[in-house]
């Protein structure tokens, strides 16, 4: 089986791309589950009921987030009702919404787990120890994890942590794809980072020259969107749906 999995997808341009690109995408690489990291989808970060229903519409099974995963008051109830809206599974208890979702496809399930790390971003549940309690209510061996974190080295340890026990350990957040895709232990794809979905002339997604200004000057300023020149950066992991082992992963540019 083969899944697709779409690196963070930032505003109107990302979902503009993948309006025109996705369907050839899926039929290219003879995709049966796509998963796409929506956390910026929304105009200046996070999702709305908007942008987390075009993704719907567009093709994908089960939307991941991360540290942006609140910052729309107005879509935190999408958390509750959507059960294809994940947000990191390691928030403190009581928080609102899940971290696991489970897409159904008749002979064999799987399960996608969204974690956050904890260098450099939130203060939250430790996501190795919290990954393990996970794991043993998980009831599939297909098993695919977006850690959604900010150092390098908090990923690599993650994917020797979860070799053998996980399909797949897909870095995003950083939004500049890295080239260290691997089966590890001949069994768990990994990257370090999928990358971004949205303007490739930007600085991760905003416009380039104010980001330059912003370095030049250390003056406040307000980050907009690019729209220059937009890619799709993904993954495709294929795998054994009976014993969840990864066999492939391949990265993928689009323009």
Same mark, same amino acid.
Do not use: W
């Given at each position: 089986?083969?899944? *697709? ?12 791309? *993948? ?22 989808? +929304? ?30 008051? !107005? ?10 809206? *994940?947000? /990191?599974?390691?928030? %403190? ?21 969204? *974690? ?7 203060? &939250? ?15 599939? /061996? ?8 900010? +150092? ?67 003056? %406040? ?8 020149? /937009?890619?799709?950066?993904? &993954?495709?992991? !294929? ?17």
């Amino acid at each position: 089986m083969n899944l *697709l999995f779409i690196g963070d997808v930032v505003g109107s341009g990302g979902s503009e791309i *993948l309006a025109r690109r996705l369907y050839d995408i899926k039929k290219e690489y003879d995709i049966d589950i796509t998963v796409v990291n929506g956390e910026n989808s +929304a105009q200046g970060n996070g999702v709305t009921a908007q942008s987390y229903r075009e993704l719907i519409n567009l093709g994908a099974d089960v939307v991941t987030t991360g540290n942006h995963c609140f910052r729309r008051q !107005e879509s935190v109830d999408l958390y509750e009702s959507e059960e294809r809206l *994940l947000r /990191p599974a390691n928030y %403190p208890d009581g928080v609102i919404g899940r971290g696991v979702a489970y897409i159904d496809m008749g002979a064999y399930k799987v399960a996608v787990i969204n *974690l956050i790390g904890t260098l450099y971003l939130e203060a &939250v549940e430790n996501p190795f120890s919290y990954v393990d309690k996970l794991l043993e209510q998980i009831d599939t /061996p297909n098993i695919f994890v977006d850690f959604h974190a900010e +150092a390098t080295s908090e990923k690599k340890a993650m994917g020797y942590y979860l070799e053998g026990r996980a399909t797949a350990v897909l870095g995003t957040h950083t939004h500049v794809q890295t080239s260290d895709e691997a089966i590890l232990g001949g069994h768990t794809a990994y990257i370090t980072d999928v990358g971004m979905t949205g303007a490739e002339r930007s600085v991760l997604g905003v416009d380039k020259d104010v980001v330059i200004n912003k370095f030049l000057y250390h003056m %406040p300023v307000k980050f907009s969107e690019s729209l220059e020149a /937009p890619f799709i950066n993904a &993954v495709v992991v !294929e795998f054994d749906e009976k014993s969840g082992k990864a066999t492939n992963i391949t990265r993928i540019i689009k323009r």
